[in-house]
């Protein structure tokens, strides 16, 4: 060790402090070329713990930046794809008009569309960015939606939306197409009652202009019925029963029977010579109605409430009608994987936003996750679906009444007023505006903070390239200085001077 | 009569002359020889034969014994202060400027970059690979350092081993040097030589250890350690170095020597008594006591500390923690747990408040019998008991009843659940909270937690006491799982049905590395006053590099003093014992005109001399 000096002529100590400067001399030299104050870890002093806690809560930072430029893609992407349905939801609106158009042309061209912007919904939904699909909650690594073709037509032993529409207007028309009632007169009564069986109408109200007509409400049962009553005197002339029906899809609809003395046409009974024959007429007039109410109106809302049961929302499963037989069937029963194609493949969590979340900062978590299956979403592709699979050839008589029932319903479910409903297309939409407003500030934030950190990092570690320079010119007089003395010392020996 | 006295006074001045001369020439050769001591002539009138004036002339070898104790002193704590600069500068290296690559701080910035990159997106395999990769490189930086460690561990012993050797040599020499100084009879030039030769010897054995250096009137020296064993008296005593072989994290010391792992450091005195010199704690300064100071305590606690920052990691990744349920009966409130999954290491933890102080107890599992009672307060304030989970539930229930006294009521009201109650009426304390932290067995059975980084053989790390402590040397050992480095989807999927998108799994463990607190086990290293780390993850680690920087630049700071001042005492020295030539060639001068001038009286008497015999 260099403590105890066992070389000859050990370094006296006027040299010892010469190489101690030229040390400092090249450690100055060091500092200035690399910048840093310090060398090594025992160099940096008392600052080290303050510097290991800036470089973390800067590593930190970075992190939470990169964080944010993902997310901010992601966001962007997803508003994108929402601005794009969002237009497609106000074509859809637009486009509900009632009415076939010259020639009929919109019984042609309506469905056609409403398939082609259900094809597109459904791309859409399955927008992915470098494979990692958006509207699956966090179900990220598999299409969240099926192919649109597959579900519209089935595959191989799966049903698909067609046939499960197809059943299900057979279960609620009925084999005597009268929407699941039954029409039975007895004498002077006409007693109009439910099948019990969730398909078809059912009841929700009579009331009558005559005072000369009993109705008694739907009631009794289970099922239920109502019965109109003939007595005397008879009704007159123009005496009106109005019966009220819920339809599949949860609308009401009614039924109008006038009473006329001649011939009944539709929507009329005849007031006979008694109360029974009146109350034949009635009954017949009665089924006749409920008949073309069922064939058309219904049909339509038997359209749509198979979309409610196929394309099934957060919390519920794909139902489809329990049979063959369809007709008669009584309930419906979950659909598998083995015999319905499911339509929606995502995650399915009553909290679609927090299903991806992101840590973007201390503490500030964004959840922006968009599950297909939310009540926006799902609206519209409920909505055009049911459209698509319909058919209004000129030769069916029902056709305009369908398409016109169809259309209102249409606008009222592509309404405005149902965006202030969570899961909305609107709804959606602000909550991702709010997640990508909140990436903003934080990321804003961050640089911020980031720049004071590297500015106090770089107080604390970085050399002050001004001082170091005076010293080394301080340093560089001394060295000199020593130099020169150090030199004149050596020649002044007694024996340089003896002869 | 008066020539022959002039002749006489010449011929001894001459002689003296020729003395003084034979003496600056030799000061003048050995001017740069290190430890040489000046000499010089001292001349006494005596009176003679025939009253002439004889002068003699007497070697005196310049000695100043206060300033050469002081020296001694200053040399052992020089050396001390220097081995122990430079290991812990190689330490300190080792931990790398916080910034560099391979330093363990940006390994672990890196790790939780990579963390917060996968739990934004879980579903891309490149984020999943990339954490694995950062995830190995941290644990490769811990075992590396820690065999970096283990390494200087084994330096030391190595050079343990040879500065015995030295000074063994070194303690014969001085042996034969002190048994020549005794006899008297050596002319006064060899004498001042062996004296010289003593000095360097002295001063060589003062580097190694601190010596308390008896001179005696007879030049001889004895030499004690400055607690009092003797190793030089007349016969030296021998230093014995037993090495231990190659040395691992647990080979650390122990009084008993069955269980000691490291080497032997015994001094056998002449009279066959053999000490201990670690056990009886013999040396305080001098290289030998810097190198076992750092293989016995300064080394131990850097692998320590890197033990408590592997064990901190496997932990936070793999601890799942369970709340424990509500219960309130009567007045009393508190909670119930399962402790079913409480393995050998885990724990469970309640919070009450006593007094308005929030007061925490951790009550962890003990196999090891032999470890237990255990019962202390780590570095965070809580208060630690270990238990033994051996009788059931129920008997561990009856053993923390006894340990917490009347203020709670612990009881196991079922199976495996534990029931933890304040004291209801009477008010003192107030149950907060009752939790397990377990370590999850399996890295897909349906618990966030995961073992990500494993012990040897992919083992679960759980911080078990048995033998030597799970924990003991764990740096070294520590490695990512290998069944998470076949398959990285591991990472994200904690049951089989689990979609790639998911980030609960990567989010805890982001929440733990941030939330979950660590603290040092009790009596890390021996000292009493041992620094103990506390904190989360990202915390021990900062704490770690703090201290050992801190203990690297203090070690040079104390170095450098000891330089200063030893170079203050030599440049005394120096001034002392030195040769100046000048001085010399002065005298020299002076000798020269005195020799020829008595040259020139006795060639006059020879004339005289002459001039009388003609007569």
């Known amino acids: 060790m260099t403590s105890v000096g066992k070389t000859m002529f050990p370094l006296a100590n006027g040299i ?77 609106r637009a486009g509900a008009v009632s009415g076939g158009g010259t020639t009929g042309i919109n019984f042609q061209t309506t469905p056609t569309l409403a398939a082609s912007r259900f094809d597109e919904v459904m791309t859409l939904l399955n927008t992915d960015i470098a494979g990692r699909y958006m509207f699956g909650g966090n179900r990220t690594d598999s299409k969240p939606v099926s192919t649109p073709s597959d579900l519209m037509n089935g595959v ?42 969730v398909f078809g109408m059912k009841l929700s109200g009579v009331n009558t202009t005559s005072a000369n007509i009993a109705v008694t409400a739907p009631g009794g049962g289970p099922p239920p019925a109502l019965t109109v009553q003939f007595g005397t005197p008879l009704p007159a002339a123009g005496d009106k029963v109005q019966v009220s029906f819920t339809l599949p899809d949860g609308t009401e609809e009614q039924i109008v029977l006038t009473a006329t003395t001649g011939t009944p046409g539709v929507g009329e009974f005849q007031i006979g010579a008694d109360a029974d024959t009146t109350a034949a007429s009635f009954g017949t007039a009665l089924t006749s109605s409920v008949k073309h109410l069922a064939e058309t109106k219904m049909v339509s809302a038997s359209a749509y409430a198979a979309a409610g049961n196929f394309f099934n929302g957060q919390g519920q499963q794909v139902m489809r009608v329990d049979g063959p037989p369809f007709d008669s069937a009584t309930g419906l029963i979950a659909g598998t994987t083995a015999n319905t194609m499911l339509w929606y493949n995502g995650e399915d969590s009553a909290d679609p936003r927090n299903t991806v979340t992101a840590r973007v900062g201390e503490g500030t978590t964004v959840g922006y996750g968009v599950q297909a299956n939310e009540s926006g979403f799902l609206n519209l592709i409920q909505t055009l679906a049911a459209v698509a699979v319909q058919d209004f050839p000129d030769s069916d008589p029902t056709s305009e009444e369908r398409y016109t029932s169809m259309m209102s319903r249409n606008a009222a479910r592509l309404a405005d007023t149902k965006d202030n409903q969570p899961g909305s297309l609107a709804a959606i939409t602000v909550e991702l505006g709010l997640a990508q407003s909140t990436t903003g500030a934080v990321a804003e934030r961050h640089t911020a903070h980031s720049a004071q950190l590297g500015n106090m990092l770089e107080q604390i570690e970085a050399a002050p390239t001004e001082t170091i320079a005076m010293e080394i010119l301080a340093l560089k007089t001394r060295l000199e200085a020593s130099y020169q003395t150090t030199a004149l010392l050596s020649q002044l020996s007694l024996v340089n001077y003896m002869r | 009569m008066g020539l022959s006295v002039t002749l006489s006074n010449a011929l001894s001045g001459m002689r003296v002359g020729q003395n003084a001369l034979d003496t ?31 002068r003699e002339g007497q070697l005196t070898r310049t000695f100043n014994q206060s300033l050469q104790q002081h020296y001694t002193r200053a040399t052992a704590e020089s050396g001390f202060s220097s081995v122990k600069a430079s290991f812990l500068d190689r330490v300190q290296t080792l931990f790398g400027k916080p910034g560099t690559t391979g330093s363990i701080d940006s390994a672990y910035n890196g790790f939780e970059s990579a963390l917060a ?124 170095y037993e ?80 709340a424990g349920t509500q219960v309130t009966s009567g007045a009393s409130n508190g909670y119930e747990v399962d402790l079913a999954d409480v393995r050998n290491g885990n724990e469970f933890t309640f919070k009450y408040l006593q007094g308005g102080a929030e007061k925490t107890v951790r009550v962890m599992r003990v196999d090891d019998t032999s470890k237990l009672p255990l019962d202390y307060v780590d570095a965070n304030g809580a208060r630690v ?21 009347t203020s709670f009521s612990v009881s196991n009201p079922s ?171 002065a005298r020299l001068m002076e000798l020269q005109n005195a020799f020829a001038a008595n040259a020139r009286v006795m060639s006059v008497v020879q004339e005289l001399m002459d001039a009388l015999m003609q007569l």
């Open chain 1, 16 to 92: 010892k402090n010469i190489t101690a400067m030229k040390a400092r001399y090249d450690q100055l030299q060091t500092q200035l070329a690399t910048g840093d104050k310090a060398s090594t870890l025992a160099e940096m002093g008392s600052d080290r713990y303050f510097d290991l806690a800036l470089r973390q809560r800067m590593a930190r930072m970075d992190g939470y930046q990169q964080s944010i430029s993902t997310v901010n893609l992601r966001l962007e992407v997803l508003d994108t794809v929402m601005s794009r349905l969002d237009k497609i939801e106000s074509d859809a």
């Open chain 2, 24 to 54: 600056l020439s030799n000061n003048v050769a050995n001017a740069g020889t290190p430890g040489y001591h000046r000499r010089s002539v001292s001349v006494i009138d005596s009176v003679g034969v025939n009253s002439t004036y004889a």
């Open chain 2, 385 to 405: 008991i270990g238990l033994d989970f051996s009788g059931g539930t129920a008997s561990v229930a009856a053993q923390l009843q006894s340990k917490l006294g």
């Open chain 2, 415 to 585: 199976g495996t659940t534990l029931r933890v109650m304040d004291d209801g009426v009477a008010g003192t304390t107030d149950m907060l909270s009752l939790s397990t932290r377990t370590t999850a067995s399996g890295v897909q059975n349906g618990t966030l937690g995961f073992s990500l980084f494993v012990d040897t053989n992919n083992a679960d790390f759980t911080d078990s006491l048995d033998g030597v402590g799970q924990k003991l040397g764990f740096a070294g050992r520590i490695s990512v799982n290998q069944a998470v480095v076949n398959d990285n989807k591991l990472l994200v999927q904690y049951t089989g049905t689990t979609p790639l998108g998911d980030q609960d799994r990567l989010n805890q463990i982001v929440s733990n590395l941030d939330g979950m607190r660590f603290a040092g086990a009790q009596g890390a290293s021996g000292t009493t006053a041992s620094f103990r780390l506390g904190g989360t993850v990202a915390d021990i680690i900062s704490q770690t590099i703090n201290f050992q920087g801190n203990a690297a630049a203090a070690a040079i700071s104390d170095r450098d003093t000891q330089e200063m001042t030893l170079d203050a005492l030599t440049q005394r020295l120096d001034s002392e014992y030195g040769v100046d030539v000048d001085e010399e060639m």
């Open chain 2, 117 to 240: 990159a996968a739990a934004t997106s879980p579903d891309s395999y490149a984020n999943r690979a990339d954490l694995v990769q950062k995830a190995q490189a941290l644990a490769g930086t811990l075992n590396r350092m820690s065999s970096d460690i283990q390494s200087l561990r084994q330096e030391t012993e190595a050079r343990l081993s040879n500065s015995v050797d030295t000074i063994n040599n070194q303690l014969q020499s001085l042996e034969k040097v002190n048994l020549r100084l005794a006899d008297q009879g050596i002319d006064p030039g060899s004498r001042a030589t062996l004296m010289d030769q003593r000095d360097r010897l002295v001063e060589s054995l003062s580097q190694q250890m601190d010596l308390r250096v008896s001179y005696r009137n007879d030049g001889t020296v004895s030499l004690m350690t400055r607690s009092g064993v003797g190793i030089l008296d007349v016969k030296a005593s021998v230093f014995q």
């Open chain 2, 243 to 322: 090495s231990a072989g190659a040395l691992s994290a647990s080979s650390r010391f122990s009084p008993d020597d069955a269980v000691s792992g490291v080497g032997k450091l015994t001094i056998m005195t002449p009279a066959g008594l053999e000490i201990d010199l670690v056990k009886q704690n013999v040396l305080s300064s001098g290289e030998l006591a810097g190198l076992i100071q750092l293989r016995d305590q300064s080394l131990v606690q850097a692998q320590d500390q890197l033990d408590e920052i592997a064990s901190s990691l496997a932990k936070a990744m793999s601890t799942n923690v369970t």
């Open chain 1, 156 to 197: 191989g032993a799966r049903a698909g939306f067609k046939q499960v529409v197809g059943e299900r207007k057979l279960a609620d028309l009925g084999a005597d197409h009268l929407g699941r009632l039954s029409v039975s007169t007895a004498t002077d009564t006409v007693t109009l009652g439910e099948q019990s069986t």
